[in-house]
């Protein structure tokens, strides 16, 4: 992974490949291991047009080829399924849309083949960019086993989250919201009810809280739906190691344009102050 990899597109549009959870996800062909890593991005110069106080936000996760490692443990199929099993709704939908497979991914027996946060392979020679567009409003994890096989061959794959805009009108918004937590997860929404009119209101959280506040609502919806969120369940469980190891990471292949902004990411992404994560990096510098 370097600054001057050559960077390639692709647009799918297609449906999404739920049948690879069947069983298992078919293993990677090349010969390379995987790493995942998550980032949400925001662009504090670019205050949002309509909401002053919000930010233009990006959600991104990235496939890259990875250090080989036998104890290193594969990643969750899907990041926050075990947070959407705790929500009554969410989990009945679940289980709907993913059979017998939604308990092999809750028990973890049915896994990603990606390492979360490995270490990046060393290489003599650089890595390819690819820019992955996902189709049909899903998420980029409905093509994992595409995704794996083709970083396995040597390529990075950067996987946009995308944030999905639609109309809804009144008797069916609890049906779509229900839906949409089956479908794309609890992921964050604003909805926006008779939106530029006198008694336009604006409503901002998960999926699964918007769904309570609706029910005795009525007018015309708007949706914003927002991306999948960092897995916070990784997160949890990181290190000053981990820390440590991904500042190195990511400052060797360039990917924030200024150590204040890597600083603030590594906070954002091990649930530590900048603060804790400016000493921990200058006290591991100064035993080097």
Known sequence: MHRSALCLAIVLISV?????????????TGPLAIGRIGYHWVDRSRPDAKERTAHRELMVYFWYPAAKSRSAARASYLPGA???DGMAE??????????EDWSAILSGSLRAHAVERASVAKSGRRFPVVIFSHGAGNTGFDYSA????????GYVVAAIEHT??????????EHTLQQLTVVLGNRPICLAR?????HQ???????????????????EFTLVVGPVAIDREATAGSTDNDVVRDFGQLQEIGAFPSRRA????????????????????????AAD
């Open 16 to 28: 999404p490949l739920r049948s690879q959870t069947a069983e298992k996800i078919p293993p990677p």
């Open 82 to 84: 075990r947070q959407f």
């Open 90 to 99: 969410v989990q009945a939908g679940m289980r709907r849309s993913f059979g």
């Open 146 to 153: 595409l995704i794996e096989d083709v970083v396995s061959h």
């Open 164 to 173: 999905v805009c639609f109309l809804e009108s009144p008797h069916r918004i």
């Open 194 to 198: 008779e939106l530029t009119k006198a």
């Open 201 to 219: 209101e604006i409503i901002r959280g998960p999926a699964s809280q918007i769904l309570e506040q609706i029910r005795s609502l009525k007018g």
């Open 262 to 285: 890597l600083i603030a990411e590594l906070a954002k992404r091990h649930g530590r102050s900048v603060r804790q994560v400016y000493a921990l990096i200058l006290e591991h510098q």
